[in-house]
């Protein structure tokens, strides 16, 4: 379990992390989300114990990273796939790891393949393509079988392969129990990665829920109609109370209904329909609500918080 | 996966360290390359002085071979140096002192650690090196000189590599820049010693009498004008305490590489 309480860290006049809280909790893949600059990095280096923290605390399994003589055993973590000795080979890197934390020298091996480094593991580190970086970084995390994980743009240099491959291995070791933790800036892939969401805007909390309550949460509920008679339900709906958008001859957009409740309506109306959808937002237009608002957001409370979502 | 933290003695912990710390520091080429420059300086300079004394008209006799030791460690110790501020600086060069402090993150570890090993594999290098170094110049220069005296040379060939790497890696862990490192190295340990004095002011030979390599100067060859053996020694290991006061403190208070 990684908990983050009141965490601030300010570099000279710039609050990179304000105030921020959040627990990520074992047994679900928890995205952290935010545009560049939000914070999200420095708030994983300040969990590891890389970057001092200006106050506030970050507690892994409810300690502070520091203080374990077996750190890879406890937390796995990819930040930066390129930090690495480009002189050495992936083994060897793998080796320093493995001696640094008591690890046995057949783990080596046996994460080489699990992440499919294989012959190149025995190549210099300055002859892999970022791709391979990941999966060095992947097996290095893994190296000490940890109940906790965390993995800083994990998807970035993988081909489509090595996409699906990481999705499997991130669900695959949430299904273990272990707390999962990964920033990534491709919503479409957190869509079908995280259970859970912690979005944040310049340092900020904005949102930490389940990505479905935020995904439905946000936005209205849009319905698509498409009629002959469009006027004649529009003017229906506008007087029930509805926002409708005429999008083209044909063609309303009704926010905040239901289409039961345009279907019915057209019903009493006799008005014929050739379509009728409920368009749901994506993660992408609630993100881009969500974190523009940040921008402007003055307030110290978050915008959506886990219980108002529930 | 293990479900409780299991608490590891520090001195484990420190074990576990200093065998990645040896690890790391054999499995980049780097190393043997400032092995092999300090082998070919040392070697190749004691060699070659064997073979003039051996071809000299009128060849000095009976001197100790070991004063090969202490002349070639001048120049080779600057390879060692190398290496020893590039074990710190390489880190940062390549953002591995983030991995680095993932695996030790307890600071203190990783410094007391790699100035460990550091310090003891460049120390032993520069003994070995003056070793062989003492033994080429004896078997090229035969049968002139003798391989008495060693108890006179290795102690303060050892010193001098010692305070000398322990000087440059906390300086490495000062400032945190390769170039940087190395060129401030070598306008104290080489170039200032050598130059201030030669301007005539009285303060600038004051000024270059405390610097580190006018204390190494002194161990290895003699003949530096206002040193003492007590003198070299002090200043030797006040450089070496000082960088390495101020690299911790470095490490301990900033940011892993910001």
């Not at chain 1, 506030?56 to 990273?65: D, F, I, Q, S």
Request: glycine share 10%; hydrophobic share 45%; charged share 20%.
């Amino acid at each position: 379990m990684i908990e983050v309480r009141g965490l601030t860290r300010r570099y000279g006049d710039v609050l990179a992390v304000d105030d921020l809280s959040f627990t990520v909790e074992p047994g679900k893949v928890t995205g952290f989300l935010g545009p560049n600059g939000a914070g999200k990095s420095t708030t994983m280096r300040v969990v590891l114990g890389l970057d001092r923290a200006t106050s506030g605390t970050a507690l892994v399994n409810g300690r502070p990273y520091a203080s374990f003589g077996e750190p890879l055993r406890e937390v796995g973590a990819l930040l930066d796939p390129g930090a690495a000795h480009p002189g050495r080979t992936g083994r060897s890197h793998l080796r320093v790891a493995a001696r640094a934390n008591g690890i046995p020298r057949r783990r080596v091996d046996e994460v080489i393949e699990r992440v499919g480094l294989g012959r190149a593991a025995s190549r210099r580190i300055k002859g892999y393509s970022l791709g391979m970086r990941q999966r060095l970084g992947i097996a290095t995390a893994l190296i000490g079988d940890p109940g906790v994980l965390m993995f800083d743009e994990p998807i970035n240099g993988l081909d489509l392969d090595g996409v699906r491959w990481i999705r499997g291995l991130l669900r695959q070791l949430a299904d273990e129990g272990r707390t999962v933790l990964i920033s990534s800036h491709l919503l479409g892939e957190m869509e079908q990665i995280a259970d859970r969401l912690v979005v944040i805007g310049r340092g900020r909390l904005i949102a930490d829920a389940t990505t479905e309550q935020i995904v439905s949460g946000l936005g209205q509920v849009r319905v698509r109609v498409r009629s002959p008679r469009p006027d004649v339900l529009r003017a229906r709906l506008r007087e029930r109370g509805f926002e409708v958008e005429r999008v083209d001859d044909h063609e309303l957009r009704v926010e905040g209904s239901t289409a039961e409740e345009v279907g019915g309506l057209a019903h009493a109306l006799d008005v014929p329909l050739h379509h009728l959808s409920e368009v749901r937002q994506s993660l992408e237009d609630a993100y881009v609500e969500l974190t523009t608002g940040s921008v402007e957001y003055q307030g110290r409370e978050p915008v959506l918080t886990a219980e108002e979502a529930r | 996966m293990r479900a409780v933290t299991r608490d590891v003695p520090v001195v484990r912990v420190f074990a576990r360290a200093c065998a990645a710390e040896w690890t790391r520091l054999w499995t980049v080429k780097a190393t043997w390359w400032f092995l092999a420059a300090a082998t070919v300086t040392m070697v190749g300079i004691a060699t070659i002085a064997g073979l003039e004394a051996a071809a000299d008209p009128d060849p000095p006799r009976g001197r100790s071979a070991w004063a090969a030791a202490a002349v070639t460690g001048l120049p080779g110790q600057f390879a060692l140096l190398a290496l020893a501020l590039t074990a710190v600086t390489s880190d940062y060069a390549t953002g591995g002192i983030v991995p680095s402090l993932q695996w030790t993150p307890r600071r203190a570890v990783l410094f007391l650690s790699r100035t460990a090993v550091v310090v003891v594999v460049a120390t032993v290098l520069g003994v070995l090196l003056a070793s062989a170094a003492t033994v080429a110049s004896f078997v090229t220069a035969q049968p002139l000189l003798t391989l008495a005296g060693a108890s006179d040379v290795l102690p303060d060939v050892a010193f001098v590599f010692a305070a000398g790497s322990a000087f440059a890696l906390g300086l490495g862990f000062l400032l945190r820049n390769t170039a940087a490192t190395l060129v401030t190295v070598f306008l104290l340990m080489l170039v200032l010693p050598l130059m201030l004095p030669n301007f005539g002011h009285e303060w600038l030979s004051w000024v270059a009498d405390r610097l580190p390599g006018s204390g190494a100067a002194f161990l290895l060859i003699g003949e530096v004008p206002g040193m003492s053996r007590t003198s070299s020694v002090v200043t030797l290991l006040c450089w070496a305490a000082a960088t390495l006061l101020l690299g911790w403190l470095r490490l301990s208070r900033d940011d892993a590489n910001r």
